[in-house]
């Protein structure tokens, strides 16, 4: 199909192929894809990798259980009405509507915008922790991911002792404690499997739902997960981490999923920020002050439209940012009024290892198998890929195997 850009009504950047990106596109599509196939209005989406990773399943990835192929799906799948470029931001210029981009080869180009939509993310907060880069294992990028998944199934088939240390008990250190825990067993290899978190085993669901957060902890305890809860980590070293109060852990492998960063776009400086650099927002997912530019997800923040404070930081809430951004963008196209963001949410859960869980649905607690099968059927749900969906159901319902999983090679597989 050819564009002229004579003909060309509206451009609409967006930056980052995550949740926010590919929801921001979809809602575009509904309601401009007619404009959008006939060339009136174009799509462009820049991401540094050119497939879209799914986070959700990452402790049954590092788990063995789950191929890592089978949360990759390439963007030009999801997003076929877009011209998809493969680079780094490099800076913007908001005022002349401009974005500076460099590929893979070191090419630049400059991409001009009417609408533009932060939907970067967050990177590891590498300055937070002493010797995280040089010795810790990041998992954010499936590339880390990845390397490490290798490296643990080379040991494991070695047969070598491996004590493993994850830090944060957060939803994502939890899960990754728990498949773990369980892939040393199922190899057969002597190990461990330390948690260590400077506050206790999911503190976000403290409170009303307090026995959830106890359910989680009792169940890492049972499957043989050390907690070292309350300590704080202040320093990793090479097979080694070092305690706030002075002590020590001797590990092979360690593991960080306490948090995140933001890095500030050149450029993009002086738009209004919270003290974590998030971008504030007003209620229809623009960025404050601004009439053409929108942000989601982990890079902004958004006030709860139900009750006091913000979002949650988690993939849901980012595709209703997207999907919310790019429904008020296509709104603003065709001059239309804009709605204020009103989602209020579903619940969330966790994963405490095969057929176990906790979690709660519009306030009503579950546990066990109850929230193992709910938070299945939600992921499968939720991924881009209705078809990587379904293979990953099916994956996830077959008996794990009981010695090292082979690395596979990164593939991403079709959407």
């Known amino acids: 199909m050819s564009r ?3 003909a060309v009504r509206a451009r609409l950047l967006i930056l980052g192929g995550g949740y926010v990106g590919i929801d921001a596109y979809r809602a575009v599509m509904r309601q401009l894809g007619r404009q959008v196939r006939r060339g009136q209005v174009e799509i462009t989406v820049v991401n540094s990798t050119p497939y879209h990773t799914f986070h959700g399943f990452t402790g049954e990835v590092l788990g063995g259980v789950l191929p890592l192929e089978r949360t ?5 799948d999801l997003l076929p009405q877009a011209r998809v ?28 915008y009417d609408h533009l939509l932060i939907g970067t993310g967050s990177r590891d907060p590498f300055e937070r922790v ?14 880390d991911m ?10 494991l088939a070695d047969g070598q002792p491996t004590t493993l240390a994850v830090i944060g008990g957060g939803f994502a250190g939890v899960e990754m404690a728990a498949a773990l825990r369980e892939r040393l067993t199922r190899a057969g290899v002597p190990g461990e499997v330390h948690l260590l978190c400077s506050g206790g085993v999911l503190d976000c669901l ?12 009792q169940a890492l305890q049972r499957a043989g997960v050390q907690l070292h809860l309350g300590r704080r980590v202040t320093e990793i070293r090479a097979g080694e981490v070092r305690l706030e109060d002075g002590a020590s852990l001797r590990v092979n492998e360690i593991l960080y999923a306490a948090g995140i960063a933001l890095s500030v776009l050149p450029g993009t400086e002086e738009l209004p920020r919270d003290d974590a650099g998030r971008l504030l927002t007003d ?7 601004q009439t053409r530019l929108w942000t989601g997800g982990d890079a902004a923040r958004v006030r709860h439209p139900a009750r006091a404070g913000d979002c949650p930081v988690n993939a849901l809430w980012a595709m209703k940012h997207g999907m919310w951004a790019g429904h008020n963008m296509a709104r603003s196209v065709q001059a239309r009024s804009l709605k204020r963001f009103s989602y209020r949410g579903l619940g969330q859960v966790a994963g405490l290892g095969r057929g176990d ?3 709660e649905l519009f306030g009503v607690p579950l546990t066990g198998a109850a929230a193992w099968w709910l938070r299945l059927l939600f992921f499968v749900w939720y991924m881009p890929s209705k078809r990587q969906g379904a293979r990953a159901f099916a994956e996830m319902l077959r008996p794990p195997r009981r010695r090292g999983t082979p690395a596979s090679a990164l593939q991403p597989t079709g959407g």
């Open 283 to 289: 209620d229809f997912l623009r960025v404050q002050g």
């Open 357 to 359: 869980g906790v979690g």
């Open 85 to 112: 470029i493969e680079a780094t931001v490099t800076r913007a210029e908001l005022p002349m509507q401009r974005v500076h981009v460099q590929d893979q080869a070191g090419r630049t180009s400059t991409l001009c």
């Open 130 to 143: 002493p010797g995280l880069r040089e010795h810790g294992w990041r998992l954010k990028d499936s590339r």
């Open 146 to 155: 990845q390397a490490f998944r290798a490296h643990l199934a080379q040991r």
């Open 72 to 76: 990759l799906t390439p963007l030009r």
């Open 206 to 217: 403290q409170g009303r739902f307090g026995g959830l957060a106890a359910h989680a902890r």
């Open 4 to 6: 002229h850009a004579s």
